[in-house]
């Protein structure tokens, strides 16, 4: 069974950096879209970044500037700078298939201290 798992998360004081990644432990044929969702207490889950497989991406208002998404194989990266209080949250890589099949992490919490 394929599973993705992230690693990355941390404590950080604001104006720090973090930096997620996700990789996933087995094949995962025709993989279109990865990306970064995050939710944080009492909120539903937000898109952060995504990327596409001809390297497009896209991020949340909120986070231009600061994050870059980038991915290598069946690995998705995200570099955090300048993170916030607001940007506290749990962390879940997403992986989507040509077919429309997601996969997910567990999630890696991000919490940063003002």
């Known amino acids: 069974q394929v599973q993705l798992v992230e690693s990355g998360g941390g404590l950080v004081q604001a104006g720090g950096s973090l930096r997620l990644s996700c990789a996933a432990s087995?094949?995962?044929?025709?993989?279109?879209?990865m990306g970064w969702y995050r939710q944080a207490p009492g909120k539903q889950r937000e898109s952060v970044a995504t990327?596409?497989?001809?390297?497009s991406t896209n991020y949340v208002d909120s986070v231009k500037g600061r994050f870059t998404i980038s991915r290598d194989k069946n690995t998705v990266l995200m570099q955090m700078n300048s993170l916030k209080p607001e940007d506290t949250a749990i962390y879940y890589c997403n992986f989507r298939t040509r077919y429309g099949v997601d996969y997910w992490g567990k999630g890696t919490l991000v919490t940063v201290s003002s």
């Open positions: 990327i596409s497989s001809i390297g």
């Open positions: 087995g094949s995962i044929f025709s993989i279109n879209t």
